[in-house]
Every structure is written in C-alpha cells, then in structure tokens.
C-alpha cells in the first residue's frame, strides 16, 4: 500500500533552518510529482512547495517561501525533501508531504520560536 512518512520536523531559531524529508514506498516514486503542504493552527492546509516527475524536475513555491525553501527529490532513494531556510515564526505548522492521486503522510511539527 502507498505509504508516506514526513521526518526532520522539530524546533528551530527564527533565522535557522531544517530539511525536511518525506519517504515513500508502495508505488512507482518517480512516476509522480510531489508536493509539501503546511497546516497551521486555526487555518487551512496550504500549498508549499511541488516537484515534477519528469524532465529537469521543476518546481513552484508558494509566495510566501519562494527564496527561502528549497524542493528536491531523490528517485533512487524514493524521497522528497524540503530544505526550509531563514525560517520565521510564521513557517510554525504541520508539514505533509501528497502525491497528485490524494495520499498524504502523517505530518511533522515545524515550530520556529525563541
């Protein structure tokens, strides 16, 4: 079955910095573009980040983090990785990883604070 497990999640420092990576088994990875999501408290889950499948991997950022995060995949190791720099307290949220067809992993905490 498609499995997605998000890990690196924990506290950072207003300016730091934490990569984030997103493991996925049970279905051809490379076939896929994938994407990272954010869910904040008492707001909705947006879109952050999303890498195509094919070509030269491009990828799209919301506004919000253009500049700062970073999208890659990896196809031989089956993962996705969102390198967050300059991190704000406003990137606090839960961070999911989706693929196009709707399966999303379990989330991890991104909490940047003082």
């Known amino acids: 079955q498609v499995q997605l497990v998000e890990s690196g999640g924990g506290l950072a420092q207003p300016g730091g910095s934490l990569r984030l990576s997103c493991a996925a088994s049970?279905?051809?990875?490379?076939?896929?573009?994938m994407s990272w999501y954010r869910q904040a408290p008492g707001k909705e889950r947006e879109l952050v980040a999303t890498?195509?499948?094919?070509?030269?991997?491009?990828?799209s950022y919301a506004d919000s983090v253009k500049g700062r995060f970073t999208i890659s995949r990896d196809n031989a190791k089956n993962t996705v990785y969102l390198q967050m720099n300059s991190l704000k307290p406003e990137d606090t949220a839960v961070y999911y990883c989706?693929?196009?067809?709707?399966?999303w992993g379990q989330g991890t905490q991104v909490t940047v604070s003082s």
């Open positions: 049970g279905f051809t990875f490379s076939s896929y573009a």
């Open positions: 989706k693929d196009p067809r709707g399966y």
């Open positions: 890498i195509i499948n094919s070509g030269d991997g491009s990828t």
